[in-house]
């Protein structure tokens, strides 16, 4: 699996610079308000408000009255309305340009942005799930193409080549269509495309296919390599993607609680150099984040993010070095699976270093931080640490969080294509905000 950042210790790619480059004019949240392109009245922002999860009072005060509570820690948005959190007062006296005003600032308030991730974490494991449960789309290392639709070729699966090697393609034919070639279709591709695949697949379920069809171009939904993106108009990564999130190793986005990370993307990738790899294709393993359970939240909020777990996946690594014996899928069944007969038969001298491993990945973190990975499907990522130990055994593994627009273009976007809807007379909520989350 291709790595998709620009961390490697020891190693510096010629694309890292563009990366950096990126990086450094990437904002962690933009303060700017959402420009006014849609002439929305304060009714219909207030009804979007009110779909996103606010309660609304009046009150005869002099000024609005706010408990916006802590959103992002909660596990739902209705554990969030329990606990009296996204209430708002709104002066009795205030006329129809001052709701307006209001309402439009609140749209950008930290605490909307939670609310908005409630919907996005749904997106995403649907997403995740139609990708996961569709068995014609595989991973394969030896292919003809980065991508490749197989016998019916890209143009039957709704896809236009515009790069050599199926390094570059978007849409033909409708964008719903064309992700549908993933989620029922036959395609091959590494886990760097997939984890593209899956970030399109989320904005596909938050808009619903109509919606997803009329807000963005084919060249918006362009997928490849991730070079090939940064020539393009991607939402995800080229002229279209408009402001970055920076926050590799996860610090703010730990401040910011549980629902912060609702489909962000990252990646798994080796510390050492390209030489201390045994199979090319896990050098890495891209991710989209579908879930994180509170007591995971709480851990990484206690120990700042993501660095802390490099810390600590060093050290399982340091001791699996130790652990006698090669078998296929040998960590994997020992420490994810737990296998009792490959357990029973490890050799007394070996089981205190397994139950240091042990009680290492049994922080809340290894087993509730759930991310979406292709082929992999929906796993914790202890499982893949486990995995990567049998994968590359020479070299230690990092977590990062790639550059994404979820909270700042991609936001805006939505909300600006919902009070469209509003402005058109079609207030009806998105597909989003009429289906049941999944059951997890």
């Not at 970030?199 to 963005?216: K, M, N, S």
């Not at 029973?344 to 931080?369: N, S, V």
Request: glycine share 8%.
């Amino acid at each position: 699996m291709r790595p998709a950042g620009p961390r490697r210790a020891g190693s510096r790619r010629p694309r890292l610079a563009l990366w950096l480059a990126a990086a450094c004019l990437a904002l962690v949240l933009s303060s700017a308000p959402l420009q006014a392109s849609t002439p929305a009245s304060a009714d219909c922002l207030q009804q979007f408000l009110e779909q996103l999860g606010w309660r609304f009072s009046r009150s005869s005060g002099a000024d609005p009255q706010y408990h916006r509570g802590q959103p992002c820690t909660r596990a739902s948005l209705a554990e969030a309305q329990d606990l009296g959190d996204l209430r708002l007062a709104i002066p009795d006296h205030y006329d129809e340009a001052q709701r307006r005003e209001l309402l439009r600032e609140l749209l950008e308030d930290p605490a909307s942005i939670c609310a908005y991730a409630f919907q996005l974490g749904d997106a995403s494991r649907r997403a995740a799930a139609r990708l996961e449960g569709n068995p014609g789309y595989r991973f394969s290392a030896l292919q003809l193409g980065w991508i490749g639709f197989g016998p019916r070729g890209a143009a039957q699966q709704g896809w236009q080549r515009f790069r050599s090697f199926g390094r570059g393609y978007r849409p033909a034919a409708g964008n719903a269509a064309a992700l549908d070639a993933f989620y029922v279709g036959h395609v091959r591709s590494e886990c760097g495309v997939g984890r593209q695949v899956a970030q399109l697949a989320t904005q596909r379920e938050l808009y619903g296919d109509a919606g997803f069809d009329q807000e963005f171009s084919a060249d918006e939904l362009s997928i490849g390599t991730f070079l090939t993106l940064h020539g393009t108009a991607s939402i995800l990564l080229g002229s279209s993607a408009g402001e970055f999130l920076a926050d590799g190793k996860a610090v703010r986005t730990s401040e910011m609680g549980r629902q912060a990370f609702m489909g962000a993307p990252g990646f798994i990738e080796h510390v050492f150099d390209r030489s201390y790899l045994d199979d090319i294709n896990n050098q890495a393993e891209n991710f989209v984040v579908v879930d994180v359970s509170e007591a995971a939240a709480q851990a990484l909020a206690m120990h700042g993010g993501f660095a802390h777990y490099d810390r600590v996946n060093r050290r399982v690594w340091e001791l699996a070095r130790q652990m006698p014996g090669h078998a296929r899928r040998r960590f994997e069944r020992l420490l994810y699976e737990r296998d009792p007969r490959l357990r029973a038969a490890l050799p007394a001298q070996y089981r205190p270093l397994l139950e240091q491993i042990d009680a290492l990945l049994a922080d809340p973190f290894y087993q509730g931080f759930v991310v979406y990975v292709h082929p992999r499907g929906t796993r914790p990522v202890g499982y893949h640490i486990a995995r990567l130990l049998d994968r590359n055994p020479r070299t230690p593994y990092a977590f990062e969080l790639a550059l994404h627009n979820l909270h700042t273009t991609l936001y805006r976007r939505w909300v600006e294509h919902r009070l469209q809807q509003c402005a058109g007379g079609d207030a009806g909520p998105s597909r989003a905000m009429q289906e049941p989350p999944l059951q997890r």
